[in-house]
């Protein structure tokens, strides 16, 4: 069973840059795939970014390529998403979230991050 902690959330001017963290604990985490997903208000949960089990391997929204950076240190359990140039678009709550890699849901869910992006 595996407990994912975000944080690094909050307030920042359009333009500006924030670093996510996702903390894990309870598993071996290099064993997962990990995701970071977003919900604005009033809108369905999407994905923004995922990373493979060793790093080697990254995809990214349309709406966040060339200014998000997922990565992962599996020494310390964590998982990052670097934010650069952020717009008020991107005001939402994020969430990680884990899977192994033959399932098709991820299992495990932090409990978010809130992201204000104020223009």
């Known amino acids: 069973q595996v407990q994912l902690v975000e944080s690094g959330g909050g307030l920042v001017q359009a333009g500006g840059s924030l670093r996510l963290s996702c903390a894990a604990s309870?598993?071996?985490?290099?064993?997962?795939?990990v995701g970071w997903f977003r919900q604005a208000p009033g809108k369905e949960r999407n994905l923004v970014s995922i990373?493979?089990?060793?790093?080697?391997?990254?995809s990214y929204a349309d709406s966040v390529k060339g200014r998000f950076t997922i990565s992962r240190d599996n020494a310390v359990n964590t998982v990052y998403l670097q934010m650069n140039s952020l717009k008020p678009e991107d005001t939402a709550v994020y969430y990680c979230?884990?899977?192994?890699?033959?399932?098709?849901?991820?299992?495990?869910w932090g409990q978010g991050t809130q992201v204000t992006v104020s223009s």
């Open positions: 990373i493979s089990r060793g790093g080697d391997s990254t």
């Open positions: 309870g598993g071996t985490f290099s064993f997962y795939v």
């Open positions: 979230a884990a899977k192994s890699p033959t399932s098709s849901a991820y299992n495990y």
